[in-house]
Antibody, heavy 115, light 108 residues
Framework: EVQLVESGGTLVQPGGSLRLSCAAS????????MHWVRQTPGKGLVYVSG????????RYADSAKGRFTISRDNTKNTLYLQMNSLRVEDTAVYYC????????WGQGTLVTVSS | EIVLTQSPGTLSLSPGERVSLSCRAS???????LAWYQQKPVQAPRLLIY???SRATGIPERFSGSGSGTDFTLTISRLEPEDLAVYYC?????????FGPGTKVDIK
């Protein structure tokens, strides 16, 4: 059974930092692009960042450039998102998702940025 | 950045009806790299269609995708009560990946 399990979401103050993790199982994690997508409660889906299978290529939305860093550890089948200089508008559920055609998504982890 | 526009924003239909949802890209260049997702309340998105017209594993045949260039369509041939959801299109042919704002489907 394929599973993507996100963790690390919590309440953090504006300007703070947080690292999200996504533990993958049930498929060959090391062979595929992986992505982070976020969703503000009640709103639409917004792409955040992506990384190719060996970590040599990354993609970032403009809102994430310079503040967020995506990484992966293929020995641990885990994807990460380091988020720095967090803003109130970064408050959202953060989903980990596989390469599009595979269609694997986690259940999300809630990040709340508030003082 | 490619902007995706979805229409209509909301529609309310009866079970058994045929549904056509539109997704239009602001410029060409995505080829057939267009996906459709279904999201029900308090659930993660579920992939329905990828490559504009390929049905994902386990997706009922009543869901189909078509289109190319800048105009794409998701069709539900016969609406079922469980199809109550928000439907998003996503383009992954041009960086950054972008999503449409969604179409909410209500069941009468």
């Amino acid at each position: 059974e394929v599973q993507l399990v996100e963790s690390g979401g919590t309440l953090v103050q504006p300007g703070g930092s947080l690292r999200l993790s996504c533990a993958a199982s049930g498929f060959t994690f090391s062979s595929f692009w992986m992505h982070w997508v976020r969703q503000t409660p009640g709103k639409g889906l917004v792409y955040v960042s992506g990384m190719n299978s060996d970590g040599s290529q990354t993609r970032y939305a403009d809102s994430a450039k310079g503040r967020f860093t995506i990484s992966r550890d293929n020995t641990k089948n885990t994807l990460y998102l380091q988020m720095n200089s967090l803003r109130v508008e970064d408050t959202a559920v953060y989903y980990c998702a596989s390469q599009v055609a595979l269609g694997y998504w986690g259940q999300g982890t809630l990040v709340t940025v508030s003082s | 950045e490619i902007v995706l526009t979805q229409s209509p924003g909301t529609l309310s239909l009866s079970p058994g009806e045929r549904v056509s949802l539109s997704c239009r890209a602001s410029q060409s260049g995505i080829g057939s790299n267009l996906a459709w997702y279904q999201q029900k309340p308090v659930q993660a998105p579920r992939l329905l269609i990828y490559g504009a017209s390929s049905r994902a594993t386990g997706i009922p045949e009543r869901f189909s995708g078509s289109g190319s260039g800048t105009d794409f369509t998701l069709t539900i041939s016969r609406l079922e009560p469980e199809d109550l959801a928000v439907y998003y299109c996503q383009q992954y042919g041009s960086s950054p990946i972008t999503f449409g704002p969604g179409t909410k489907v209500d069941i009468k």
